[in-house]
């Protein structure tokens, strides 16, 4: 399997047959990501003045939340030719929700994931080492160190980044910006809601890092024909509750390392036993 590219696209030639495809353009993953979160700060303000109950709240948080974390990490790997204009891709970039005022920032995290895919060779992934890659805490601990560095991802970056002087100053600009926001919540609406809000984005940062650093990295899974394996049933089950590029982005994770810039929602055109 060899890929070949060209201004327009890329070709990967599997025996005599090449497939192109064209990397997602970084300004509509923007664009997708602005409307995701926009939507959720909808629903979070929805839920503080009561309109919704916290276990509908949770539900379509999680589904849209989920979404934007997949939508975060695709953009990494788009087409960075095409760009929005400068003050829009700023605030596309820093909008989120931000729950405490270390969150990771998008600079971070895409530093890091490029860190993450430079040290994995097709179906050979590294081992424990933090410092050149961050993120292998997450899929090389062992699986209570993976579980505990996931349920507590925010912390455990933050003390790498000051550990090893990489705070970006995105961080400081989230924390001017946002703990004014969440003590303005917590004024109108009170701290039980603002500690929903709270657990609900954790909940999504946790299972999203467990599941994409950790699960779909086992050997079981980290191959390529697994969506093959997987019954038909529980497919379409993902599919509509987390949608079309979280699904996929799981199912085919080999095929995205080997080809990384291949757009979740053709993953499965490259998998030669898909």
């Not at 916290?54 to 997949?70: D, E, G, H, N």
């Not at 990494?76 to 929700?97: K, M, N, Q, Y």
């Not at 993976?146 to 600009?173: M, N, P, T, W």
Request: glycine content about 6%; proline content about 5%.
């Amino acid at each position: 399997m060899n890929a070949r590219n060209t201004e327009s696209g890329h070709f990967v030639q599997f025996g005599d047959k090449q497939i192109f495809y064209r990397p997602e353009a970084k300004s509509s993953i923007d664009l997708e990501i602005l409307f995701l979160n926009t939507v959720l700060y909808v629903l979070i303000v929805l839920y503080g003045f009561g309109y919704l109950q916290w276990p509908v709240f949770l539900l379509l948080f999680y589904m849209l939340a989920a979404r934007a974390f997949v939508a975060n990490h695709d953009r990494t790997h788009a087409d960075h030719r095409s760009r929005l204009p400068g003050w829009l891709e700023a605030i596309a970039e820093g909008f989120a929700v931000v729950v405490t005022p270390w969150d990771e920032p998008y600079d971070s995290v895409k530093r890091k994931h490029l860190k993450h895919h430079a040290t994995h060779v097709h179906e050979v992934s590294p081992g424990l080492d933090p410092e050149s890659d961050p993120h292998s805490l997450y899929e090389s601990g062992g699986f209570l160190g993976s579980l505990l560095a996931c349920l507590f991802y925010e912390e455990v970056q933050l003390f790498l980044d000051i550990k090893y002087g990489r705070l970006s100053r995105h961080r400081f600009y989230r924390l001017l910006i946002y703990p004014p926001l969440q003590l303005a919540f917590i004024w109108a609406f009170g701290f039980e809601k603002y500690l929903v809000v709270f657990l609900a984005m954790r909940l999504v940062g946790f299972t999203s890092w467990f599941v994409f650093s950790w699960l779909v990295h086992q050997p079981v899974i980290y191959r390529f024909g697994f969506s093959k394996r997987l019954p038909g049933f529980l497919k379409w089950f993902f599919y509509l509750i987390l949608g079309r590029r979280v699904t996929e982005a799981c199912i085919y994770h080999l095929v995205h390392h080997t080809w990384p810039a291949i757009p979740s929602r053709e993953l499965y055109r490259f998998d030669p036993y898909g």
